[in-house]
């Protein structure tokens, strides 16, 4: 773990409850995330784990409860709203557009961040295309990060999953965000790109000083790159605490960590 100082709680979430016609996919659940920290929600399959990342970023509308980021509550916030916040998150299915080179894939992170208008960049229009410039310095130098240089120029459909993984990181880093928030970025991975993924996500945390919120399968990978983990099952909260207070926890144990999900 590295020495970067954990802050001031970034996200809290309180009194969450969410569901879908008769099903309860969240009951009541709060805990928070403070700056710098990388926090890990775990659980089986069916958690709420996704849900719950799904009514961070704005994409569900929770029947009750609130976030905040950074003391400020919201009730209702789309997913711009949240994103304009900082906020990024990438997809347990990836969303990418599998015809459209790496390079471009992680520009359209950085729509967010363009002022000028679509017509006018579609012109090549003055500002916009020095802006358009700054962006792509912006993006090469993500690529240099992630270490995808030689794949730039690919179609990312032609790239193996583990590196198609990495570009959709790309995708949300290029937003420059607060928070991260990232689907089970390891879903599918062998043992290597396990590894390379763990270090980059640490890097991520380390170099751009981003808050990582990460729902991950892998025991081994949560416990050894997370501060602390929030643990859900059917959708209620039986654990929070740092790795090793939740690896004791009796209620952890019995639902999740015995069993191979
Ligand atoms: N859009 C949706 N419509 C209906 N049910 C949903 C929807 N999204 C999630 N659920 C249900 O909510 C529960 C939690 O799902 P999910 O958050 O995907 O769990 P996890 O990510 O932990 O596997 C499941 O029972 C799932 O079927
Ligand atoms: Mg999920």
Redesign the pocket.
């Known amino acids: 773990m590295s020495s970067r100082k954990i802050g001031d709680v970034i996200l809290d979430v309180q009194n969450i409850s969410l569901s ?1 016609g008769g ?1 309860k ?1 969240l009951t009541d659940i709060s805990f928070n995330v403070r700056e710098h920290e990388v926090r890990a929600i775990i ?1 089986p ?7 719950m990342l799904n009514c961070i970023n704005g994409v569900y509308l929770p029947q009750q409860g609130s976030i905040s980021f950074r003391g400020k509550t919201f009730k209702h916030m789309n997913s711009r709203q949240v994103a304009e916040m900082g906020v990024a998150r990438t997809f347990q299915n990836l969303a990418l557009f599998k015809g459209m080179s790496v390079l471009d894939n992680i520009m359209t992170g950085r729509n967010l961040k363009m002022k000028s208008g679509l017509f006018a960049q579609a012109l090549r229009w003055g500002p916009a295309e020095r802006e358009e410039l700054q962006h792509r310095e912006f993006v090469e130098h993500i690529i240099d990060f992630l270490e995808i240089q030689a794949h730039r120029k690919t179609p990312v459909g032609r790239l193996p999953y583990g590196l198609q993984k990495r570009v959709d990181l790309g995708r949300a880093l290029a937003m420059e965000p607060q928070v991260l928030l990232l689907d089970e970025p390891m879903a599918g991975m062998n043992v290597e790109e396990k590894q390379d993924m763990s270090r980059f996500i640490l890097d991520v945390n380390d170099e751009f000083g981003a808050t990582i919120v990460l729902i991950e399968h892998d025991m081994g990978v949560v416990m050894d790159i997370s501060d602390r983990v929030v643990v ?1 099952d059917y ?1 209620k909260k039986i654990g929070d605490g740092t790795p090793d207070e939740v690896r004791s926890n009796e209620n952890v144990i019995r639902a999740y960590l015995g069993v191979e999900h």
């Open positions: 879908f099903v996919a659980g399959n069916g958690a709420g784990k996704s849900s859900l959708g």
